[in-house]
C-alpha cells in the first residue's frame, strides 16, 4: 500500500507478524541513493487497539517492526516528519489473514507487455475481497520500485489501478462497454 504524508511518499508492506514501511521524499529516490535522505521521523500505531509498533532502522528511508495481526480489519496509523519537509498522517487497512495468490494477474497481451508489468517474476498477490463481487489484487514491483493496487470485476477486468513509486502516485479508472 501507498501514500502520502504531506509532501512524504510513504510505502508499506504487511508479512507475517513484521510490518515494513518505506519513505521517500521528492527531491531524490533513496532505493538508488541519488541523494541524502533527510532525518526521518516517524511513529505507528495499531486503530482500534491503541498500541504503539515500535520501528526500527532497515535501510534508507526503511523501517520494520514486529506487529501481532488479529483476524479480520485492522487500520495502522503513521505520523511521519523529515527534516526540510512538510511531513503529516497516514492511515492504512490492513485485513489479515490475506489470501495470497500467484496466478490471479490478467493476462491480457497488451496489459502485460506494457510498463511496469512486463519485467519478470510474476509477484505474489494480496487478493482482498471487495462489494459487488469485485477484489482488490495488493503487491509489489520491486525491481521497478512500484506498490501496484488493481481492483477488478467478476470478470478480472481492471476497473481501477492505483501505482505508487517513491515520486509518484498514479490513479487510473477503466470502464468497459456492457
Same mark, same amino acid.
Given at each position: 500500500?501507498?501514500?502520502?504524508?504531506?509532501?512524504?511518499?510513504?510505502?508499506?508492506?504487511?508479512?507475517?507478524?513484521?510490518?515494513?514501511?518505506r519513505?521517500?521524499? #521528492?527531491?531524490?529516490?533513496?532505493?538508488?541513493?541519488?541523494? +541524502?535522505?533527510?532525518?526521518?521521523?516517524?511513529?505507528?500505531?495499531?486503530?482500534?487497539?491503541?498500541?504503539?509498533?515500535?520501528?526500527?532502522?532497515?535501510?534508507?528511508?526503511?523501517?520494520?517492526?514486529?506487529?501481532?495481526?488479529?483476524?479480520?480489519?485492522?487500520?495502522?496509523?503513521?505520523?511521519?516528519?523529515?527534516?526540510?519537509?512538510?511531513?503529516?498522517?497516514?492511515?492504512?487497512?490492513?485485513?489479515?489473514?490475506?489470501?495470497?495468490?500467484?496466478?490471479?494477474?490478467?493476462?491480457?497481451?497488451e496489459?502485460?507487455d +506494457?510498463?511496469?508489468?512486463?519485467?519478470?517474476?510474476?509477484?505474489?498477490?494480496?487478493?482482498? #475481497?471487495? #462489494?459487488?463481487?469485485?477484489?482488490?489484487?495488493?503487491?509489489?514491483?520491486?525491481?521497478?520500485?512500484?506498490?501496484?493496487?488493481?481492483?477488478?470485476?467478476? +470478470?478480472? !477486468?481492471i476497473?481501477?489501478?492505483?501505482?505508487?513509486? #517513491?515520486?509518484?502516485?498514479?490513479? !487510473?479508472?477503466?470502464?468497459?462497454? !456492457?
Amino acid at each position: 500500500m501507498g501514500g502520502l504524508a504531506g509532501q512524504i511518499a510513504v510505502g508499506v508492506a504487511a508479512s507475517e507478524n513484521q510490518r515494513e514501511v518505506r519513505l521517500h521524499t #521528492p527531491d531524490g529516490d533513496t532505493a538508488t541513493n541519488d541523494t +541524502s535522505p533527510p532525518a526521518f521521523d516517524l511513529t505507528a500505531k495499531l486503530i482500534g487497539r491503541d498500541e504503539t509498533v515500535v520501528l526500527r532502522p532497515c535501510g534508507r528511508g526503511c523501517f520494520v517492526g514486529p506487529v501481532a495481526w488479529t483476524a479480520g480489519l485492522e487500520h495502522i496509523e503513521l505520523r511521519v516528519g523529515a527534516t526540510g519537509w512538510h511531513g503529516g498522517m497516514v492511515s492504512f487497512p490492513i485485513r489479515r489473514a490475506p489470501h495470497i495468490s500467484r496466478d490471479v494477474l490478467i493476462d491480457g497481451p497488451e496489459f502485460v507487455d +506494457s510498463d511496469p508489468y512486463a519485467g519478470p517474476p510474476d509477484p505474489d498477490v494480496v487478493v482482498e #475481497p471487495r #462489494p459487488g463481487g469485485h477484489r482488490l489484487l495488493t503487491f509489489g514491483l520491486p525491481a521497478e520500485g512500484i506498490h501496484v493496487e488493481l481492483e477488478v470485476d467478476a +470478470s478480472y !477486468r481492471i476497473v481501477r489501478e492505483t501505482l505508487v513509486d #517513491p515520486n509518484h502516485l498514479a490513479n !487510473r479508472t477503466f470502464t468497459y462497454r !456492457r
